[in-house]
Nanobody, 115 residues
């Protein structure tokens, strides 16, 4: 049974930091490219960051470049997203995505940036 379980979301003040985690099971994690997406209320889901199956290189949306860092630990079947200098416009549900021939999705974790 394939599972992607995100955690680490929450409420943070502008300028703060959060680290999201996504633990994978039920498939060969190291064989999949991994992505973080987000979806804000009333907006389409957008790609935030991507990482190849073996690690770098990485890609980021222009809106998060220099603030977010995607990484993975294939030994722990875990994907991370370090988010620094958070802004109110980063508020969204963040989803972990495993990409190959067939995509898998997590259930999402809410990130709210507000004072």
């Amino acid at each position: 049974q394939v599972q992607l379980v995100e955690s680490g979301g929450g409420l943070v003040q502008p300028g703060g930091s959060l680290r999201l985690s996504c633990v994978a099971s039920g498939f060969i994690f190291s064989s999949y490219a991994m992505n973080w997406y987000r979806q804000a209320p009333g907006k389409e889901r957008e790609l935030v960051a991507a990482i190849r199956s073996a690690g770098g290189p990485t890609n980021y949306a222009d809106s998060v470049k220099g603030r977010f860092t995607i990484s993975r630990d294939n030994a722990k079947n875990t994907l991370y997203l370090q988010m620094n200098s958070l802004k109110p416009e980063d508020t969204a549900v963040y989803y972990c995505n495993a990409q190959r021939v067939v995509d898998f999705w997590g259930q999402g974790t809410q990130v709210t940036v507000s004072s």
